[in-house]
């Protein structure tokens, strides 16, 4: 069965701390990995990656992708309390995405 | 606003009533998809639309869901018979060649 196991299920840390999260899955004719972050709403896109080895970056935000031990990071640096979120990460396969539960994170000030 | 519409964005309904939620997606992208999202859990594959077509549903879809995409523009999910287990947030996405995912703000259904 198709799966996409996340952890932590849960992180606090303090403005300024970085932060890893981790993706992990097990998905036949996987096409993609998708990042989202969701705060109440609607997930919003962060990073697509398709290939290994190649770090993707946006501001504080970067994330990276190991086809071959099928996982992948996603870091945020100097974190804020604006990044406080569900971060959901995703597995494009065929015509659909299968998302893991998710890491809540609370960046307290 | 050029991103994925939603409606309502709350609805209660008592259980065994009928139920109907609406998707506009971009105007651009041509595949739909609907995805289901319970209290501390991942969006959960419903299904998909490719224009009018669709091509793909969740074997785990009771038959009280039904969706359409008519004109392959709008789509709409209704849900027969409501029971307690139905209550979730219902979140629609749309993509088109060369787009990633974009989802809406979803509905949330609480049948009481």
């Known amino acids: 069965e198709d799966k996409v196991v996340q952890s932590p299920l849960s992180l606090v840390v303090h403005e300024g701390d970085t932060v890893t999260l981790n993706c992990s899955y097990e998905?036949?004719?996987?096409?993609?990995l998708l990042w989202y972050k969701q705060e109440k709403k609607a997930p919003t896109f962060l990073f697509m990656l398709?290939?290994?080895?190649i770090e993707k970056k946006s501001g504080r935000l970067s994330s990276i992708l190991d086809k071959k031990e099928l996982f992948s990071i996603l870091n945020i640096t100097a974190t804020q309390t604006g990044d406080s979120a569900v971060y959901l990460c995703?597995?494009?396969?065929?015509?659909?995405?299968?998302f893991g539960a998710g890491t809540i994170l609370r960046v307290k000030s | 606003d050029t991103g994925v519409s939603q409606d309502p964005r709350h609805k209660i309904t008592k259980r065994g009533q009928n139920v109907t939620f609406r998707c506009d997606p971009i105007?651009?992208?041509?595949?739909l998809y609907w995805y289901r999202q319970t209290l501390g859990q991942g969006p959960e594959f419903l299904t998909y639309?490719?224009?009018?077509?669709?091509?793909?549903k969740s074997r785990l879809l009771s038959d009280r869901f039904s969706a359409e995409r008519p004109k392959g523009s709008f789509s709409t999910l209704e849900i027969q018979r409501t029971e307690q287990g139905d209550s979730a947030m219902y979140l629609c996405?749309?993509?088109?060649?060369?787009?990633?995912?974009?989802f809406g703000s979803g509905t949330r259904l609480t049948v009481v």
């Open positions: 995703a597995v494009e396969y065929g015509n659909k995405l299968v």
């Open positions: 996405a749309s993509s088109g060649p060369g787009w990633g995912y974009t």
């Open positions: 998905v036949t004719n996987f096409r993609s």
């Open positions: 105007s651009e992208h041509n595949r």
């Open positions: 639309f490719q224009n009018e077509a669709q091509l793909e």
């Open positions: 398709t290939s290994s080895g």
